[in-house]
């Protein structure tokens, strides 16, 4: 993969996090549906035993979720973008020292 | 099927820490050995696409919605190991930064979609892949792997939820693997499009593409 093939492919992806992710379907998922209509969604909704900075995809601060959403969409997917590179990178440097 | 901290009991989730944590690191070991220097940007990008794509939910059915797994879609470009890896990654960062998925549970979660989805999707689409023939059963593995691994992957969330007795096996099992054939249906179709526009443009790029434009 040369450069401008990582640019084409990230600009895909940030495209379909920013300009996609505010229309998702806010509907429950396959699983939210399933404990919703069996009477365990409750179970889920207490015990979080730690708090993550952007819960549910909503960026803080912002007034306008939409917005909050497209622009987690935008950072997440940079920033996982630095993560499986970086790991990649890592796992085939420890290959090539062996 | 992100399932959050309080659907399972520590006698599901640590057993699944245990088996996540070994096999992911067996995968990691084999994804160095096999690692090429074109796949290195690869699983960057796919981390990327596959964590964007999760955030596009379809509507299915009757109020439920569905987004992409992508389990067959990065083992079959990636191979299942390294596969196997960027599902884990992007299973890690949607708990740690995002809450999607407990952090208990998230043993279970990469069992259930990064070494179940993918590793066993990939098997699927292996053996279709050879019955088939080379474009014929690219496209008919990947379909059918991509569903199957929608399918498989949210029955072994039915079974961990009733091993926790938080519902029963009869009610969650068939409720769980009916509205995922539905959401695997999408799976499929996004799936064998990503796919096959890849295999248009860069067909050197695909692990599980044995083509003749296949070069290392």
Redesign the interface.
């Known amino acids: 993969m040369n450069r401008k093939d990582i640019v084409m492919g990230l600009i895909i992806a940030v495209i379909v996090a920013f300009f996609l992710s505010p229309l998702a379907s806010s509907w429950p998922d396959g699983l939210e549906k399933v404990a919703h209509d069996h009477g365990f969604i409750v179970k889920g909704e207490q015990s979080s035993i730690f708090k993550s900075p952007i819960p549910d995809y909503i960026f803080p601060g912002l007034k306008n979720k939409k917005m909050a959403t497209a622009i987690s969409g935008l950072l997440g997917t940079l920033v996982i973008f630095g993560i499986g590179y970086g790991l990649a990178s890592l796992l085939k440097k420890n290959k090539d020292c062996r | 099927?992100?399932?959050?901290?309080?659907?399972l009991t520590a006698n599901t989730w640590a057993p699944a820490w245990v088996i996540s944590t070994g096999t992911i690191g067996y995968c990691?070991k084999k994804?160095?050995?096999l690692?090429k220097?074109?796949?290195?940007?690869?699983?960057?990008?796919?981390?990327?696409?596959i964590?964007?794509?999760q955030?596009?939910?379809?509507?299915?059915i009757?109020?439920?919605?569905?987004?992409l797994l992508g389990a067959v879609l990065a083992a079959v470009l990636l191979g299942p190991y390294?596969g196997a890896?960027?599902l884990t990654?992007?299973l890690i960062?949607q708990?740690?930064?995002?809450?999607?998925g407990?952090?208990?549970a998230l043993g279970t979660n990469i069992f259930n979609m990064a070494i179940i989805g993918t590793i066993g999707g990939y098997v699927i689409f292996n053996v279709l892949h050879k019955i088939f023939g080379n474009n014929k059963g690219f496209i008919i593995g990947a379909a059918v792997a991509s569903w199957f691994s929608v399918v498989v992957a949210?029955s072994f969330?039915a079974l961990e939820?009733a091993f926790s007795g938080?519902?029963p096996l009869l009610?969650?099992l068939p409720?769980?693997a009916g509205?995922?054939a539905l959401?695997g249906i999408g799976e499929a179709l996004i799936t064998v499009a990503v796919l096959s526009f890849i295999q248009k443009v860069?067909p050197d790029?695909i692990y599980g593409f044995a083509g003749e434009s296949n070069k290392a």
């Open positions: 099927m992100h399932i959050p901290d309080g659907f990691l994804t160095a050995g690692l220097d074109r796949m290195v940007p690869l699983m960057g990008i796919m981390s990327a696409f964590f964007a794509a955030m596009i939910n379809f509507p299915v009757g109020g439920t919605s569905g987004h390294a890896v960027v990654c992007v960062f708990c740690l930064i995002f809450q999607d407990g952090l208990l949210a969330c939820l938080t519902s009610i969650v409720a769980m509205i995922h959401i860069r790029l």
